[in-house]
């Protein structure tokens, strides 16, 4: 049975450009069974239309974050009226916590809640055979114009157990993949890959655990070592970007890591996220040694106050003996830092500005704190009664857009961020002026693709000085080319 599992387009915060590990999971797990699953990305009617008439597929996934609720729904309509009798499944964090938002379309005939790569093999089974499909767990469906929800699914402990991600079936993934400039990490072939699932931190502004939940569940060290040799020796990656919360948060399975990698013989470079408490001066000379040359710190502020409010977990000082051990071992940092937590002070992001003169982190980028469903920041709007009656999901985003009003001066807080921006944006030019080989990179990419890099250039470096997004955008512009 042919599936086909779309990213609607380009994710909001996606620096990388590939279809999400998700689906990829969800694919390969279909394939594995004997189905026939198809990924895509999908930016317009035309591209819907040309995977239809390629595959006539009997079911549709889709994968939906907060910002994408209306597309997705404006998508489900459009499969219908291509095809009235396909089954619609729609998934991710946003359908989770909140299946109505998406039930309330009448062509989305199911979403599937939490870890979904069971959930989706089920259903197709279900569908396959004619059977009825209700009592599947982990799903919410509407009924008689009720919302349903069938027995919870537990979490998946054997990650093991999981296929690789299906990158073969990414179209053109090779040459999608070509000639890609990661956050300045010298790179021919990079993508992403996940070593394990879960966070048990309860930070007030994260979703992470609306679908891995509080507990770690880790892949064994071999088995990610196996998946890195596999994308190195069949597509010629030289770069993987782990999407762990924090890959380094249990000291024993990164050692082991370590050793598995040098067994292998492997040779790929990659990055990872982790926290400033999650790493010492002996953890980031053994991962050098086995191959990381990145790291990115969720660190959100330098202001003891702020981290206490939004229950971090960690401490200035600690951000500062982190920035210290990766410069001791030539670890490029980057960093993201939030802006408009309640009762934040001008004094408090001064703390934060300089520290990140004084810290050296080559790359920072601002947000503003958003109430997304699911975090307690959310929570705590709604009962202040800040969550209006009618939302516009679109505007749920970290940078462009202020949804609610949260008793803060919002105008003040997106001049403050664009300030930043722009401040963090020359220091980095002058940076990049020193680094010839960066230099010729970035040169080599502008000329390659110089009309995208232009667009993205007005966008958001005249209006904003906002570097992250303009090389988000000018990646993801670059890479629509190649899924059709």
Same mark, same amino acid.
């Given at each position: 049975?042919?599936?086909?599992?779309?990213e609607?387009?380009?994710?909001a915060?996606?620096?990388?450009p590939?279809i999400?590990l998700?689906i990829?999971?969800?694919a390969?797990?279909?394939e594995q *069974?004997? $189905?026939?699953?198809h990924?895509a990305?999908?930016h317009t009617?035309?591209?819907l239309e040309?995977?239809?008439?390629?595959?006539?597929? !009997?079911?549709v996934?889709?994968?939906c974050g907060t910002?994408?609720?209306?597309?997705?729904?404006?998508?489900? +309509? =459009?499969?219908?009226?291509?095809?009235?009798?396909v089954?619609?499944?729609?998934?991710?964090a @946003?359908p989770?916590? +909140?299946p109505?938002?998406?039930?309330s379309a =009448?062509?989305?005939?199911c979403?599937?809640?939490?870890e979904?790569?069971?959930?989706?093999l089920?259903?197709?089974?279900?569908i396959?055979n004619?059977?009825?499909?209700?009592?599947?767990?982990?799903? !919410?469906?509407?009924?008689?114009?009720?919302?349903k929800r069938?027995?919870?699914?537990?979490?998946?402990?054997?990650l093991?157990?999981?296929?690789?991600?299906?990158?073969?079936?990414i179209?053109?993934?090779?040459?999608?993949?070509?000639?890609?400039?990661?956050?300045?990490?010298?790179?021919r072939k990079?993508?992403?890959m996940? !070593?394990?699932?879960?966070?048990?931190?309860?930070?007030i502004?994260?979703?992470s655990?609306?679908? @891995?939940g509080?507990k770690v569940?880790?892949?064994?060290?071999e088995?990610?070592?196996?998946e890195m040799?596999?994308?190195e020796e069949?597509f010629?990656?030289? @770069?993987i970007?782990f999407n762990?919360?924090?890959?380094?948060?249990?000291?024993?399975w990164?050692?082991r890591?370590?050793?598995?990698?040098?067994t292998?013989?492997c040779k790929?470079?990659?990055?990872?996220?982790?926290?400033?408490?999650?790493?010492d001066?002996?953890?980031?000379?053994?991962?050098?040694?086995?191959? %990381?040359?990145?790291?990115?710190?969720?660190l959100?502020? @330098?202001s003891?106050?702020?981290?206490?409010?939004i229950?971090?977990?960690?401490?200035?000082e600690q951000?500062?003996?982190? %920035?210290?051990i990766?410069?001791?071992y030539?670890?490029k940092? !980057?960093?993201?830092f %939030?802006?408009?937590v309640?009762?934040?002070?001008?004094?408090?992001?001064q703390?934060?500005?300089n520290?990140?003169k004084k810290?050296?982190?080559?790359f920072?980028h601002?947000v503003?704190?958003?109430p997304?469903?699911?975090?307690d920041?959310?929570?705590?709007a709604e009962q202040?009664?800040?969550?209006?009656d009618t939302?516009?999901?679109e505007q749920?985003?970290?940078?462009?857009s202020m949804?609610?009003?949260m008793?803060r001066?919002?105008e003040?807080?997106?001049?403050?961020?664009?300030?930043?921006?722009?401040w963090?944006?020359? +220091?980095y030019?002058?940076?990049l002026?020193s680094?010839f080989n960066?230099?010729?990179r *970035?040169?080599? %990419?502008?000329?390659r693709?110089? $009309?995208?890099?232009?667009?993205?250039?007005?966008?958001?470096?005249i209006?904003?000085f =906002?570097f992250?997004s303009f090389f988000?955008?000018?990646l993801?512009e670059?890479r629509k080319k190649y899924?059709?």
């Open positions: 049975m042919d599936v086909l599992l779309i609607p387009k380009s994710s915060f996606r620096m990388i590939s999400p998700g990829q999971y969800i390969s797990m279909l *069974a004997g $189905h026939s699953p990924l990305t999908i009617k035309k591209d040309h995977y239809f008439n390629k595959y006539s597929p !009997a079911i996934g889709i994968t910002p994408l609720v209306p597309k997705v729904i404006e998508l489900s +309509r =459009d499969i219908k009226n291509i095809a009235p009798d089954f619609l499944i729609v998934g991710g @946003h989770t916590i +909140r109505q938002d998406l039930l =009448d062509e989305i005939d979403v599937a809640i939490g979904s790569e069971y959930t989706i089920e259903l197709s089974q279900k396959d004619n059977q009825d499909w209700h009592d599947v767990p982990g799903i !919410a469906y509407k009924k008689n114009g009720e919302i069938s027995p919870s699914r537990p979490l998946i402990t054997d093991d157990a999981l296929p690789f991600p299906a990158k073969h079936l179209p053109h993934y090779e040459t999608m993949l070509k000639d890609k400039w990661k956050l300045g990490i010298p790179t990079s993508d992403e996940i !070593a394990g699932r879960g966070c048990p931190f309860r930070c502004f994260c979703e655990h609306v679908i @891995h509080y569940r880790y892949r064994s060290p088995n990610v070592v196996q040799k596999y994308l069949h010629g990656l030289d @770069h970007s762990d919360d924090t890959l380094t948060m249990n000291k024993e990164t050692y890591f370590a050793e598995a990698y040098h292998a013989k790929v470079k990659w990055t990872c996220q982790t926290r400033v408490d999650a790493i001066d002996n953890i980031v000379k053994t991962l050098k040694k086995a191959g %990381m040359v990145f790291m990115i710190f969720g959100e502020s @330098h003891d106050k702020i981290l206490k409010i229950r971090k977990g960690t401490t200035p951000q500062m003996q982190a %920035m210290k990766v410069k001791k030539h670890i940092s !980057a960093s993201c %939030m802006l408009g309640l009762g934040e002070t001008d004094e408090d992001i703390i934060t500005k520290f990140i810290s050296g982190i080559e920072a601002f503003i704190l958003t997304f469903p699911g975090t920041i959310w929570y705590i202040h009664g800040w969550i209006p939302i516009d999901w749920w985003n970290f940078t462009e949804p609610i009003k008793n001066d919002e003040k807080l997106f001049e403050k961020r664009r300030e930043l921006q722009k963090f944006f020359f +220091r030019i002058v940076s002026l680094n960066a230099i010729q *970035a040169v080599s %990419m502008v000329f693709n110089f $009309h995208i890099f232009g667009r993205a250039f007005k966008n958001n470096i209006t904003h =906002d992250f988000r955008e000018f993801q670059d899924y059709l």
